[in-house]
């Protein structure tokens, strides 16, 4: 079900933010529910496209993976 997915490689190579970012990912699909670029935006108070490029910055160190077109696949 989850578009997402959250490995843990070692985290020195996560800023602080990204870790606190991709935590809160994992606690929405632990719960059920993967979140949307706008949810993620709202909980941190940032934009969508910051939220974009920080979910990129991710995807390419590994920390996720994500499912083109498909909806909240972050």
């Not at 870790?19 to 670029?37: D, H, N, Y």
């Not at 709202?42 to 910055?57: G, N, S, Y």
């Amino acid at each position: 079900m989850a578009a997402l997915t959250v490995f843990n490689p070692p985290q020195w190579t996560l800023t602080d933010r990204q870790r606190e970012v991709l935590l809160w990912i994992a606690a929405q699909q632990r719960a059920g529910r993967p979140p949307s670029l706008a949810e993620i935006a709202e909980q941190f108070d940032t934009t969508p496209p910051a939220v974009q490029h920080m979910l990129d910055r991710l995807q390419l160190k590994g920390f996720v993976t994500r499912e083109p077109n498909v909806a909240r696949s972050v």
